[in-house]
């Protein structure tokens, strides 16, 4: 059975600011572009029995920069919405909610079609993208990858491991990096996190 891995979207002006960023489609950085290229030399090589990628531009542009090819967009890799939180960062929040925490508090509302999400509603569209990622690697023809976002990857992380959505929490993941999970004795494990070359 394949290995599932997982790609965060390179560097952008608001990853670089920590300003929470889901439906905001920015472009990746010059940084980020480079960070995207230089993460081919860890994902050539491989057989993939499946390449997604978040429908968010600066996820496709992190595929296509990184040389994966074939890669079809998968709207369950969406970031988590942030709701009224969007393009805010944790400091301006903690000036009105000291001791705020995404994983424990949530969002509020934003604006129309972005009600904001919960960690149990992230880890319900993690859960739908495992068993994809499942069907297809059930078939023994090679690895899957996908490329997307921060806090959802830490997320879906959390549930292959079968753990609560929030401990997502325990897995800090940057920009252009490349995250293994695979099995060990029958069990999900982490076998590589964070990686660059």
Do not use: C
Not at 15 to 27: E, F, I, N
Not at 71 to 83: F, I, K, N, S
Not at 173 to 192: M, W, Y
Request: proline residues 7%; without cysteine; aromatic residues 6%.
């Amino acid at each position: 059975m394949g290995d599932l891995l997982l790609v965060r979207h390179g560097e952008t002006e608001w990853s670089r600011s920590g300003q929470h960023t889901s439906w905001t489609d920015l472009p990746l950085t010059t940084l980020g572009e480079e960070q995207a290229k230089s993460l081919a030399p860890l994902l050539t090589g491989r057989t993939y029995a499946l390449v997604l990628t978040s429908p968010l531009g600066r996820a496709v542009r992190t595929a296509e920069l990184a040389g994966l090819t074939g890669a079809l967009p998968e709207p369950e890799l969406h970031e988590w919405d942030y709701g009224g939180y969007e393009g805010v960062t944790t400091a301006d929040i903690h000036r009105d909610r000291p001791g705020w925490d995404l994983w424990t508090d949530g969002v509020p509302p934003g604006p129309e079609g972005h009600p904001g999400e919960s960690p149990e509603a992230v880890g319900a569209r993690a859960d739908r993208v495992l068993a994809r990622v499942d069907a297809a690697l059930a078939a023994d023809t090679g690895d899957v990858v996908l490329v997307a976002h921060a806090h959802f990857l830490r997320v879906l992380t959390a549930r292959r491991l079968g753990l609560a959505p929030a401990e997502g929490r325990l897995f800090q993941l940057a920009t252009g990096t490349v995250g293994r999970l695979s099995t060990e004795h029958g069990r999900p494990v982490i076998a590589e996190w964070n990686r660059r070359p």
